[in-house]
Structures are given as C-alpha cells and as structure tokens.
C-alpha cells in the first residue's frame, strides 16, 4: 500500500524551524547590513542542506521550509497583483501571544497575473532534488476571512461576488503559472474553513455583518476556481489549520459543520488534518471522505519537542479507519514546524525526530 504519487504515507506541512544562519542573515538585511543577493546566497545555501535533511529523514515530499519568507501568507499574497500588505490590528488573535500586526487588503482590480518570485523558489527546489518538490501557497479564503469588507473597498468592489470571481479567476492564473514551471505537487494553505467551526471566530464573522453559513460555499466556489486549470498530473492538496504562530492557537471546533461540503465539494485530492489535540475533535467527519481522495492525519504535533508514542498513533490511525478505508490515510504533523519565521516552540533536533517518526510509522502501517 506504498504511495507513488502525492500525498505520501509519510508527508509533511511544508514550513521548517529556520536555523540560526539564516535569521541572523535576514536581521542583517533588515538593518542594511547585507545586500538582497548576499541574502539569496545563505538562502539558497541553507535550503540547499535542509533538502538534504529532509531526504536523509526518509520524507518523499520536499519543501524549502518556506525559508524565504516572513509568514506562510504574507510573502505570497501581498506580491499578487492587486493586493498590498500594510500594519493595523488583527482581528483574530492567537492565545496568550501577540502575533505581528500585518494585515492584507485589496488595492486594485484582481485579474492580471505576471508571474510571481515563489515559482522560482519553486524551481529552486526543483533542481536540487531528484524526489517530488512540493510548493505551499495560502488559500484564496487568506484574501477576506480577516480582514472580510474592511481588506476590499467598495470604491474598488461594489460587488463582493464580482470580488470573489476575480479572485478566483487570479489564483487559477497563479496555480497555473506554478503548473506551467513543473511544478505536480502543490498545497493550499485554508485555515478559515476550521475557523468557521469556532463559535467565537463565527461571532467575528457576524458582527462584521456577515453570515457564517455562506462563507464555506464562497471559498470553496474559489477554490475550485483556482483549480479548474491544471494538468491532469497535478496533486492539490489543503491544509487544514486553527493557528500555529509560535505553537500557539486560535481556533477550536471539530470539522463537522464544514465536513461533508469540505469533501463532496470542493476538487482537492487530499486533506492535511490537524488532529494532534482534542481542539480538532473527533475522526466521526471522515465519514464523508468519498473514494479516490486522501486524507492526511495530522496526529504527531508541531507545537512541542515532546515526541509521541509509536503505538499511541497507530491506534489513532486504527480509530479513524473505522470511518475511511486506511487505504485513503496518510500520516503528518498536525501543521508546519514554523509557519512565521520566528518558529514554534521546540529545537531543531526535536522537529527532525517527529519526522523520522512519522516516516517510521508510515512504513510500519502501510510497508
């Protein structure tokens, strides 16, 4: 029951704790210290070993560890035509930590796409390893849920369908621009669909003047979008996150009031999982997993250096086997290890220890 094609029975989130190189370098670019290319330089050098440390770790899937950038969201989104980056207050706040005050809005029509600098740390990658590259990118939902009429003014969208068609209409361009370069393996970041299982996050949602209930339908109507222009060979998978800035979180909620839209609706062949607490509820949603699509059991957590129990996880795997055949499981940490640049709270070696574990249970469970 070995994979071939993505996702992997061992497989990863994508973003890696950045090493100490490498944030000294970007804090010396910072301050004017170095120059952009001295900074590609240790970049280039740095993912260059982290390919190898992933290779040499058994894993199949191969990131850059997203070292190029600040946020697993930011960096992407606010090069997007359209779309700028700016500081204010966050809405929704993660746990007991204050994340950075960095915000996204709408500053033009969406539409026009002329590439975009991650399909060359896309194919960086690609060149430095013989197994499958994987690239990362955050879901269109990463655009409203938010910021929601606040991150697009009505000068520029009157209409918010027509917001949401354009938007949907420029991430196909993208997902294609990364297809075109080579690019089989790619993951949608979608932490909003978990968001709206949280009543307080619902609340957010309703006294901005919005209404829960239809955003899924929305998101998934631009997820398809996104999708609805790549080669037949082309795994896309989501993620499926509640926060995890610093091994914090925000969210809370099983997946079942989202579960069977999230699996008959929308077109992703595969579903990373956070499951590593009880936040994420029970297996009992899987039921609506229809043949031919994967999910990816998020039960090995990024949050701490602590390292599971081997028979603690395969049992996991056997309850939520009661609910979708293994033959459609996969095993991962629960999200990445460093989904902002500061990193969660464990060492490196810790991080490197998980994924050697989930690759050590994946041949176990599935040979």
Not at 240 to 251: D, E, P, Q, V
Not at 286 to 309: A, C, D, I, M, Q
């Amino acid at each position: 029951m070995r994979r071939t094609t993505p996702p992997f029975r061992a497989d990863h989130v994508g973003s890696l704790l950045r090493p100490a190189a490498l944030k000294e370098a970007r804090a010396r670019r910072a301050s004017g210290e170095i120059t952009a290319g001295a900074l590609k330089q240790i970049e280039d050098r740095e993912i260059e070993s982290l390919i190898r440390k992933q290779e040499a770790a058994g894993l199949q899937s191969i990131t850059d560890g997203e070292f190029r950038r600040r946020s697993w969201q930011i960096d992407f989104l606010e090069r997007l035509p359209g779309i700028e980056s700016y500081a204010g207050e966050r809405k929704f706040k993660f746990q007991g930590v204050q994340s950075p005050q960095v915000l996204i809005r709408v500053n033009g029509k969406l539409g026009s796409f002329d590439g975009h600098p991650m399909i060359d740390h896309f194919k960086f990658v690609q060149a430095h390893t013989g197994r499958t590259p994987k690239m990362t990118i955050p879901s269109p939902s990463a655009v409203h849920f938010r910021h929601g009429r606040e991150g697009v003014p009505e000068a520029i969208y009157p209409d918010m369908d027509e917001f949401y068609r354009d938007l949907g209409q420029l991430y196909r361009k993208a997902v294609r621009g990364f297809a075109d370069a080579g690019c089989r393996y790619l993951q949608l970041d979608e932490v909003n669909f978990t968001y709206l299982c949280d009543p307080n996050q619902r609340q957010i949602v309703i006294d901005r003047g919005e209404d829960p209930d239809t955003l899924p339908a929305v998101y998934a109507s631009m997820i398809n979008a996104a999708m609805s222009d790549i080669p037949d060979d082309m795994t896309i998978t989501m993620h499926l996150c509640r926060g995890n800035f610093r091994s914090t979180f925000i969210a809370s909620g099983g997946y079942e009031p989202v579960a069977e839209l999230l699996f008959n609706t929308i077109n992703v062949h595969g579903y990373f999982m956070e499951y590593d607490t009880e936040r994420a509820g029970g297996f009992e949603p899987l039921r609506f997993v229809p043949k031919g699509k994967t999910v990816v059991l998020g039960l090995v957590t990024s949050k701490s250096g602590t390292l599971e129990s081997k028979d603690d996880i395969k049992r996991r795997i056997d309850q939520a086997a009661k609910f979708v055949p293994l033959d459609q499981i996969c095993l991962s940490p629960q999200c990445g290890f460093a989904s902002s640049e500061e990193g969660n709270i464990l060492a490196e070696d810790e991080q490197w220890a998980k994924l050697r574990m989930v690759v050590e249970i994946a041949e176990e469970v599935w040979g």
